[in-house]
């Protein structure tokens, strides 16, 4: 049996491709999206080391040691911290309501030029887990317009514009 040759990986780091604030803001959003305070603590970590922890330090008024050690793994920042860091680095964050079942249906209703109900009709076709058995349910779960609004508006969405 021939030696099997060593696979050569290449190392990857976030924060080489992380170039401007258009990028660094993607990134603390696709971070912030995943609801764990520990992936946003090094999402923020990532975008620090892109743009030299000892500058970083210097526009937020810490220490680069003090950085360091609010950016760890384990560490629990101050909410304080976590603005100046993002202040410095040229990103805000940016509040905004969850959608209700009922927004979702009235812009589904304008897209489609349809009446509310049945706008809500088709949302719900549009989020109901598929049945396999001969009944087919009417309403979906608790929770699966909240959640699925966004899918069930971009399938409705694509649905009007391929006719």
Do not use: W
Request: some cysteine; glycine content about 4%.
């Amino acid at each position: 049996m021939a030696p099997t040759q060593p696979v050569d990986i290449v190392p990857f780091d976030a924060a080489e491709h992380l170039k401007d604030e258009k990028s660094i803001a993607a990134c603390l959003n696709a971070s912030r999206e995943m609801n764990d305070p520990a992936v946003l603590r090094n999402a923020l970590s990532t975008v620090a080391r892109a743009r030299s922890m000892t500058d970083l330090a210097q526009a937020c008024g810490l220490g680069r040691e003090s950085l360091y050690k609010a950016l760890r793994p384990g560490a629990q920042p101050r909410y304080e911290t976590v603005l100046r860091v993002m202040e410095a680095l040229g990103v805000e964050m940016v509040f905004q309501a969850r959608q209700q079942p009922g927004t979702v249906a009235r812009q589904a209703a304008a897209m489609l030029g349809a009446t509310k109900k049945e706008a809500v009709e088709l949302v719900r076709s549009k989020l109901a887990p598929k049945d396999t058995s001969r009944t087919r349910r009417t309403k979906p779960p608790v929770g699966v317009e909240r959640k699925s609004a966004g899918k069930a508006l971009v399938a409705i969405y694509k649905t009007c514009n391929a006719t």
